[in-house]
């Protein structure tokens, strides 16, 4: 259990991909599916390692650096890959009544909500509507309405910003390396989580009325 002080908290902001939806691995099966077209792939240790939480034209970025990427083709491969995220994002995004439920629960403590994603703001809102989450939340922030996506913790300097609390006032929730590291630097506190499973109403039973 965590030991945050209740009275403290006036939000909680939430990554998407492995927190309240399973897409990780539908990102992973999308941009593979673009990669192949270039004879590239990029294996299962190395997504869950270094990859996974990175928006998707940071990962082109660096397999063009590391040479497994010929230069000058990481646009059209963004978009054959947010073509393929498109199609699959209602297989992986379906509703999951235990976070409908946990939503609605924090929604009732009066707590203002946020979803801050290294996703674009096109394809969160998609993941977002798919899974019905959408409408829980004041705010949302995709990776393209910031200069520095995560680990940078501009995404969630911008969400205290406009939900004008404090990081002490705040509770991030993350599953990725990247994304745990973005919300340790903003300086709220961080609950992280190992997968979708892990995001229930008991993670917050300390700051929920019995």
């Known amino acids: 259990m965590n030991s ?112 801050c994603s290294n996703s674009t703001k096109e394809t969160l809102h998609l993941m977002l509507k798919s899974a019905q989450l959408f409408d829980f939340f004041d705010i949302i922030i995709g990776n393209d309405e910031v200069k520095n996506p995560k680990p940078s913790p501009e995404i969630y300097e911008v969400a205290f910003k406009k939900l004008h609390v404090s990081p002490r006032e705040c509770i991030i929730v993350e599953d990725s390396p990247h994304g745990v590291a973005s919300g340790k630097a903003s300086g709220a506190t961080v609950y992280e989580v190992r997968n979708t499973e892990d995001v229930n109403l008991s993670l917050f039973e300390n700051i929920l009325s019995k």
């Open 4 to 115: 945050t002080n209740s009275k403290k908290i006036k939000a909680v902001l939430f990554d998407l991909d492995g927190v309240l939806v399973n897409m990780p691995s539908g990102h992973y099966e999308a941009l593979n599916k673009a990669l192949a077209l270039f004879g590239v792939c990029i294996n299962e240790d190395e997504h869950h390692e270094h990859f996974n939480g990175l928006p998707t034209k940071k990962k082109l970025e660096e397999l063009e650096q590391q040479e497994r990427l010929p230069a000058g083709l990481r646009e059209f491969i963004n978009s054959i890959k947010q073509k393929y995220t498109k199609e699959i994002i209602p297989h992986y995004c379906a509703p999951d009544y235990s976070k409908i439920i946990l939503l609605r629960h924090l929604k009732e403590q009066g707590l203002k909500l946020g979803c």
